[in-house]
T-cell receptor
């Protein structure tokens, strides 16, 4: 079974500073990995996904993530935080071996706080 | 176009009542998923449909939970004899699976409170 661990339930950064949200995965096979964002009272929105095509993945709103197999990590970064980035962020891995439609296994989430 | 919709958005039930939660996926999407999100937690997979076939129900927490998608479009998640631990947001997602992994589009969820 696959799993993900998100380090830090809350992360606070100043507006304009680097955003780094950490995610480590556990998988016995090459995984499909995802980052989702959730704004209050809204559904989850996909930021980006890794499906083995490229290790550096660029997503929406200036976010990107790098897949590092040796570290089993898929950390999310953004060079310059904006107030509108304040939200809950979830890392997820495909439930089974990946490929095809598959349920997702989510981490517990990281609440991103942006200080003015 | 229209996204995934869920109804009701909020549901309050007394312990022991049965509830039914509805999901309208994006038109034409083959795959449909249900997740349960407890307060302060990430979503947890409940079940998956491909068209009308329920291919994975390994995440359903008990036999009180039942999901169906009889015509391969709208889906209903039913919870019988609700318990307080069932209080959560229930998320539905759909995907246009065509042989390779595709994005799951999530609805806004139904917040269930069991008193």
């Amino acid at each position: 079974a696959q799993s993900v661990t998100q380090l830090g339930s809350h992360v606070s950064v100043s507006e304009g500073a680097l955003v780094l949200l950490r995610c480590n995965y556990s998988s016995s096979v090459p995984p499909y990995l995802f980052w989702y964002v959730q704004y209050p009272n809204q559904g989850l929105q996909l930021l980006l996904k890794y499906t083995s095509a490229a290790t550096l993945v660029k997503g929406i709103n200036g976010f990107e993530a790098e897949f590092k197999k040796s570290e089993t990590s898929f950390h999310l970064t953004k060079p310059s935080a904006h107030m509108s980035d304040a939200a809950e962020y979830f890392c997820a891995v495909s439930k089974n071996s990946g490929g095809g439609a598959d349920g997702l296994t989510f981490g517990k989430g990281t609440h991103l706080i942006i200080q003015p | 176009g229209a996204g995934v919709s869920q109804s009701p958005r909020y549901k309050v039930a007394k312990r022991g009542q049965d509830v039914a939660l509805r999901c309208d996926p994006i038109s034409g999407h083959v795959s449909l998923f249900w997740y349960q999100q407890a307060l302060g937690q990430g979503p947890e997979f409940l079940t998956y449909f491909q068209n009308e076939a329920q291919l994975d129900k390994s995440g359903l927490p008990s036999d009180r939970f039942f999901a169906e998608r009889p015509e391969g479009s709208v889906s209903t998640l039913k919870i019988q004899r609700t318990q307080q631990e069932d209080s959560a947001v229930y998320l539905c997602a759909s995907s246009n699976y065509r042989g390779a992994y595709n994005e799951q589009f999530f609805g806004p969820g139904t917040r269930l409170t069991v008193l």
